[in-house]
């Protein structure tokens, strides 16, 4: 049973959230973008450059054993927070992107052929798209896209009639960053296996909401960041299959993924070293432990809870906006039934880009632009959207106070465009 | 003839008087934006825009003895009136007074984040784009 949360503690946690932003209290809205990150992770990595830095896996001194234990520490938590099998199926990479070119570049490579098909889906990120084009223009594959209903849903049926023996590939975001959808990727999975096709989950948006769990979804990669989970930039996770990673060959060459090196030939390290070429961000994976820490101290059912109470709040707020006569402008974008927290929308009248610059004028932080789904947005016919993404240290008086932010400009856009 | 060190500094005095506060400071280039003289329209096509992730800005030049004259219009509110006041101070100027010329009104006014590394906005590519017609109309009659 899901608990009520004592958000003032949560935020003392984050130093971040207490400041003034133009005068205001900061309002931070976007964190589909990138989340905060708890004083347990910062003190971490102040912790790990003041007194632990070594290189890893190396040298057989104490600091060198420390930073390893302690490397190695994040992995085995990664391993239970999405309940992976083994733990050497758990790749440490900058982050989602560079997760979906590892497999790209070294599964395509290997195992995608002329004729071959990709699916893809119309409200990926450029991150899930432009590595599979990549990789089928080179294999002359073909990259086919799932269409989508206007609330922002993938329509199945469609998705079904594309599947067949020529599918090598599903590549899906799991919850879509600029609509806050949540695909259904169970049956998406299960219905790409049916035909012999793997599939590639974009995780990045999903984690911090969800529970994960990927031995029951049965996904053959998962790709996640951790600056999304309250952890540093610049470190991600790649989860596959032992059977398709040890079938894959190196992404990049160098330093931790050899076995033997001569110059006539080197052999390749085991998983999850293979695929860990030269020095990684040792203080980030290690900081991203905490990250994990604090979610699970929390309860993943405890915070989806508190984040659907905020986006509910928003959303009848918004639409409560749009029943006052003369002000029916806002345009709701991203209305699926099954959704995280994330709300986008447009004010008709109202560049996204002034709309954002005036709430940023009043502490508030949002998104506008086109979420780097720019695809999505011209199949939306618009050319971008002010995006709203709540997470656990976010409050409803945050929301009251935007909302009475958006009202205003609605106001300001309706007199102007009378 | 005021010079663009004297048109900046105008301009700074007036944005002053809001003692930085940003949403007079924006409600106040929305309102400038206005007064930016309508761009005809056939000078609004693909080859004079700038574009930028976010917002857009339509520039056309115009050399007329020996001086510069700028035709601009943005689809954003706040772009367009740093638009006017960009156009402003380097319209009716030589070639090489814009390009000998620094453009320190926009910190001083509190939107540096328009010309920083921000890659959002045509504001940015418009002021390199002006500095370019002015090195091609200086090089054309060297």
Redesign the interface.
Known sequence: MAQKLDITSIRNQFPILHQEV??KPLIYFDNAATTQKPQSVIDALIKYYSHDNANIHRAAHTLAARSTDMFEDTRKTIQTFINTKEVEECIFTKGVTESINLVAQSWGRKFLNAGDEVIITTMEHHSNIVPWQMICEEKNAILKVIPINDAGELLMEEYDKMLSSKTKMVACVWVSNALGTINPVKEIIEKAHAVGAKVLLDGAQACSHLEVDVQDLDCDFLAISSHKLYGPTGVGVLYGKRELLEAMPPYQGGGEMIKEVSFDKTTYNEIPYKFEAGTPNIGDVIAFKYALDFINEIGKENIEKHENELLKHCVDGLEQINKSPNHQIIQLIGTAKEKVSVQSFIING?????AG??L???GIAVR???HCTQPLMSYLGVD?TIRASFSVYNTLEEVDVFLEAVKKLVVLTAKHTK | MKTITDIQNEIIENFELFDGDMESILFYLMDLGKKLPAMPEVHKTEDYLVKGCQSKVWLFPNFVDGKVFLEADSNTEITKGLVYLLVTIWGNQTPNDILNSELFFIEKIGMSRMIGSQRSNGFVSMIKQIKLYALAYNSKNN
Request: net charge negative; glycine share 18%; no cysteine.
């Open positions: 133009n005068g109202m560049h996204h880009f002034d610059m005036m940023d004028a009043k506008t632009g086109h971008g």
